[in-house]
C-alpha cells in the first residue's frame, strides 16, 4: 500500500458562513477564519477543506456559484483568501477547496448567454430541450423537489437543474465547458490550495437521450445520471489535463449513492482518477425506500455491516474517506449517539470509531466539541432552502401532517449543523457582534470551545488524543481490518494490524451497559487500554461495557 499525505492527514471542514465572523455583520469571513487557525492546530488538524466561497447569489449557500474566480463579498477578498492559504501553509496545514461544476448559478455570465439566444455560443453550456408533446422532456425529479427542468420562454426550451432552478446544470458532454472547468482547476491550484472536494462528483455525466426514470424512486431518474456512461471517462481526462501536474494535490468526490464497485473505480490508483470518494451508506440507513424525510429507525448491525464492507472492500485498491457528519447532514452525537445525558461519551464514543478506522477522517466543524442538532420552533427559521421547498411539496401541495413533515425536519435539516461555530459563553456563542444570519443553539452556555479548552476531559481534548495516536501509530492508517461478534446489537468491535502491531477497539453504541467476552486470539500485554472515554478504564477479566463506553489498545 502506498503511502500519502492526505492518507495521514485529519481534515476538518469549515462551513465558512458559520464559522467566525470577523466584521460583524453576522457572516462568517475569511478573517474570521484565520484568527481560528491556531484553535484548530491545537486539535491537530493539518488539512483544512473550505465549503465555497466564491461569488454567489445564494440559493443553496454558495453551491451555486456565479463566478469562479471572485470571492463572496461577505467573505471577504481575493487578498484575503491568499492570506488564509498563507497563514494555513506557515502552519504546515494544508487548504483544499470546494469544487462546484456540475451546475453553475443561473447567475452566471456563462448561464446568462446561453438562455439569450438558440444560437448562443454558449447556448450548448447547459442542457437545453424542446418541449416532449408539449411538455417537460423528461420525468426525472429536482434534489430540492419538483421537475428537474424549467421552463423558458423566450427560447421555448426547458433547461436541466439537478438541484433548484438556479442551478442549471452544465453540460459535460461539451468538450468546451470541460476545458473550461480544468482551467478553473489550474488557477486554483496555481495559487497554492492542495485540492479539491468535488461536489456532486458522480452526476456529470448524463445518459444520452436523457430517458425517463423509473417510478417508484424518491428521485426520478437517478439511473440516468449517477456514475453515468462517460463519468469515468471524464475522470481520467481531469487526471490527465490537470491532477497529474499537480502529483501533490488532493481530489475527494462527494458520490451519493455510489456502489462500492463503483467507489473502486473512481479510487484506485492505477486507474488516475480521484483519490477518495465520499460514499452515502452509512448516512441513508435511517430514510425508508430512499425518502429522506421518512425517518426510519438505525439498526446497528446494519450499520457495522456497511461500515465493514467498505473498510474491508475499498482499502485494497482505492481509499476511504470517513465522516459522520457535514454540512448536508444532521450532529453527529444527536443522530448515531445520545445528545442527552449521555452526550459527552457517545461524542467520544463516535469519534473513537472515526479515527481508528482505515481511511483519511473528516471532522466537521463543531463536532469537536459535540455540537448538538438545533431545534428551531418554527418553519421559517430554516434558511435552507431544500428546507423551504419540502414544507410547500409535502404540506401545503400534498397535504400531508404538518407535525410529522416538521419532526422529520427537526431531525433531518441540514440546518441542524449549519447553526454558528459555538466559540464561547459570550453573545451569540462568540460568533458575531451583529445578527447572525442563521440561529445560535441556544445551549451554546453549555457548549462551546472556550468550556472544551478549560475542561481536561472534553470531547475537545479526547478527539485531540485520538489526532495524536492516529499520528503516532501508522496501524490506525493503514492497518488491515477485522471485525468480531458482528451480530451483537450493542458493540463494535474490531482489530486492526499493521507491520507487526495490532490495535484493538471496543465501541459500545447504545445507552446500556453489555457483557462482553475478549476474543481468544487477541492477546493483551497491558490491561488499560491507550485511550478510554470514562475516567476509569474497565478490567478485561470481567467486562461490563458501560453505555457508549469506547477503548482502544495498543498490542505490539
Ligand atoms: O444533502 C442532500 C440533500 O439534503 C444531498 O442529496 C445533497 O444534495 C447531495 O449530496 C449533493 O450535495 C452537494 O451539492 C448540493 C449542495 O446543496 C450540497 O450542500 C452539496 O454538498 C448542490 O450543489
Known amino acids: 500500500m502506498k503511502k500519502y499525505w492526505w492518507k495521514e492527514a485529519v481534515i476538518y471542514q469549515i462551513y465558512p458562513r458559520s464559522f467566525m465572523d470577523s466584521d460583524g455583520d453576522g457572516i462568517g469571513d475569511f478573517q474570521g477564519i484565520i484568527s ?17 466561497f466564491y ?10 456559484i456565479s463566478d469562479y474566480q471572485s470571492i463572496m463579498e461577505e467573505f471577504g477578498t481575493l487578498a484575503d483568501f491568499k492570506e488564509l492559504l498563507k497563514e494555513a501553509h506557515n502552519r504546515k496545514m494544508k487548504l483544499i477547496i470546494d469544487l462546484v461544476v456540475n451546475h453553475t448559478s443561473d447567475e452566471h455570465p456563462w448561464f446568462l448567454e446561453s438562455k439569450k439566444s438558440k444560437d448562443n455560443p454558449y447556448r450548448d453550456y447547459y442542457i437545453w430541450k424542446d418541449p416532449k408533446n408539449g411538455a417537460k422532456p423528461n420525468n426525472w425529479t429536482s434534489y430540492f423537489w419538483g421537475s428537474a427542468w424549467e421552463y423558458d420562454d423566450l427560447t421555448e426550451q426547458y433547461y436541466l437543474h439537478l438541484f433548484t432552478k438556479k442551478q442549471p446544470d452544465l453540460n459535460w458532454e461539451n468538450e468546451t465547458v470541460r476545458k473550461e472547468v480544468y482551467d478553473i482547476m ?9 485540492g479539491f472536494r468535488i461536489d456532486v462528483a458522480n452526476m456529470y455525466s448524463k445518459v444520452p437521450g436523457l430517458p425517463d426514470g423509473e417510478l417508484g424512486n424518491y428521485m426520478t431518474g437517478k439511473e440516468h445520471f449517477q456514475n453515468g456512461p462517460r463519468i469515468h471517462e471524464f475522470y481520467r481526462e481531469m487526471h490527465k489535463e490537470v491532477l497529474s501536474h499537480y502529483p501533490d494535490v488532493m481530489t475527494v468526490g462527494e458520490t451519493a449513492d455510489v456502489p462500492i464497485e463503483e467507489a473502486k473505480k473512481y479510487t484506485s490508483e492505477d486507474r488516475q482518477e ?18 429522506r424525510w421518512n425517518i426510519a429507525k438505525m439498526y446497528l448491525p446494519e450499520l457495522k455491516k456497511i461500515l465493514t464492507k467498505w473498510q474491508v472492500e475499498l482499502g485494497k485498491c482505492g481509499w476511504n474517506s470517513l465522516y459522520w457528519a457535514n454540512h448536508d447532514q444532521p450532529r453527529s452525537v444527536s443522530r448515531y449517539g445520545d ?13 473513537t470509531m472515526l479515527l481508528t478506522m482505515q481511511g483519511t477522517p473528516y471532522i466537521y466543524q463543531g463536532e469537536e466539541i459535540g455540537m448538538t442538532n438545533m431545534k428551531f420552533d418554527h418553519i421559517t427559521e430554516y434558511p435552507d432552502v431544500e428546507i423551504q421547498n419540502l414544507w410547500k411539496q409535502r404540506v401545503i401541495k400534498e397535504k400531508k401532517d404538518p407535525h410529522k413533515v416538521f419532526a422529520a425536519i427537526q431531525y433531518r435539516a441540514r440546518d441542524n449543523a449549519r447553526t454558528p461555530m459555538q466559540w464561547d459563553e459570550s453573545p451569540n456563542a462568540g460568533f ?21 479548552l478549560r475542561d481536561p476531559n472534553s470531547i475537545f481534548h479526547y478527539i485531540q488524543k485520538l489526532i495524536k495516536l492516529r499520528k503516532e501509530n501508522e496501524v490506525a492508517i493503514y492497518g488491515d481490518f477485522k471485525e468480531y461478534y458482528n451480530e451483537n446489537e450493542s458493540l463494535y468491535v474490531y482489530l486492526r494490524s499493521y507491520e507487526g502491531k495490532q490495535m484493538f477497539v471496543i465501541l459500545n453504541f447504545t445507552g446500556e451497559s453489555v457483557k462482553f467476552f475478549m476474543p481468544e486470539e487477541v492477546v493483551f500485554v497491558n490491561a488499560e487500554p491507550y485511550i478510554y472515554n470514562y475516567q476509569d478504564y474497565t478490567d478485561l477479566g470481567n467486562m461490563t461495557v458501560r453505555p457508549y463506553e469506547a477503548a482502544v489498545y495498543l498490542l505490539e
Open 339 to 351: 445528545d442527552g445525558q449521555y452526550r459527552k461519551e457517545s461524542a467520544k464514543m463516535l469519534y
Open 274 to 291: 480521484l483519490n477518495m470518494v465520499f460514499q452515502f451508506e452509512h448516512v441513508t440507513l435511517d430514510e425508508t425506500d430512499g425518502d
Open 432 to 452: 458575531s457582534s451583529g445578527i447572525p444570519w442563521i440561529k445560535v443553539n441556544p445551549n451554546y452556555k453549555e457548549i462551546n470551545v472556550a468550556e472544551s
Open 36 to 52: 481560528k487557525l491556531d484553535y484548530l492546530q491545537t486539535l491537530g488538524i493539518d488539512t483544512i477543506w473550505l465549503s465555497p
Open 186 to 194: 489550474r488557477w486554483w491550484l496555481d495559487l497554492g490550495t492542495d
Open 55 to 64: 461569488k454567489s447569489p445564494n440559493d443553496d449557500n454558495g453551491y451555486d
